[in-house]
Each structure stands twice: as structure tokens, then as C-alpha cells.
Nanobody, 129 residues
Framework: EVQLVESGGGLVQSGGSLTLSCATS????????IGWFRQAPGKEREGVSG????????YYADAVKARFTISHDNRKGTTYLQMTNLQPDDTAVYFC??????????????????????WGKGVQVTVSS
């Protein structure tokens, strides 16, 4: 059974940092696309960052460029999202998601939720002003 489990969320003051982790298990495919999404109350789910494990391509949404860094440890099957200079607008539930096999995305497709087959339950990130 494929599982994705997020951790590392919490409460942080404006300007602070957090690192989220997405631990995967049950994967039987060699390559996949991992995406980080977030959803704030009353807003649609939006893409934050993506990583293609088979090519190493990385994607960031404009709202987080230069502040967030995605990385992947293939041996551990874990993807990280390092978030710095957090602002109140970053407050949301953060989800990681994965495709069910090798997927080459484009900047125009990587943040489409329908592209992904598996989702974690999410972790809360709250940034106080």
C-alpha cells in the first residue's frame, strides 16, 4: 500500500523557518513526481513545489521562489520542503503528493492536483504576525 506521511509542521513567527518532510512507503515504481501543495481556509489547493525523481527537475510556485527549497533523499524515500522567511500568507495545511510512476511535468502542469495519484493527509503550518 502506497503511503505518504507529512511531518514538521507547527507554529512559527513571521520571518521564521520550518522544514517539512514527506516520507513515502509502498512504492513499487522507480521514478515519480513529488509535489508539495497547500490549502488555506476558504481557498483552493495550490501547488508550492515539485521534484521529478527520475530527472532531478525542480519546480517552484512564484509565491515561494527564493524562500522555499525542495530536496529529495532517494535512499530514504523522503522529500523535504525547507521553508524560510515564512509570512502569515504561508499559513495553510501542506500536503505532499506523488504520481504513480515516472512523470515528466512542465511548469504548466506540475501543479495540477489531478496529475497526482497519491496524497498525504497534510500537516498544519501556522505563521503568526
Amino acid at each position: 500500500e502506497v503511503q505518504l506521511v507529512e511531518s514538521g509542521g507547527g507554529l512559527v513567527q513571521s520571518g521564521g523557518s520550518l522544514t517539512l518532510s514527506c516520507a513515502t512507503s509502498g512504492f513499487t515504481f522507480a521514478g515519480y513526481l513529488i509535489g508539495w501543495f497547500r490549502q488555506a481556509p476558504g481557498k483552493e489547493r495550490e501547488g508550492v513545489s515539485g521534484f521529478e525523481t527520475q530527472t532531478g527537475k525542480i519546480y517552484y510556485a512564484d509565491a515561494v521562489k527564493a524562500r522555499f527549497t525542495i530536496s529529495h533523499d532517494n535512499r530514504k524515500g523522503t522529500t523535504y520542503l525547507q521553508m524560510t522567511n515564512l509570512q502569515p500568507d504561508d499559513t495553510a495545511v501542506y500536503f505532499c503528493a506523488s504520481t504513480g510512476g515516472p512523470t515528466e511535468a512542465t511548469p504548466g502542469t506540475v501543479f495540477r492536483p489531478r496529475l497526482y495519484d497519491y496524497w498525504g493527509k497534510g500537516v498544519q503550518v501556522t505563521v503568526s504576525s
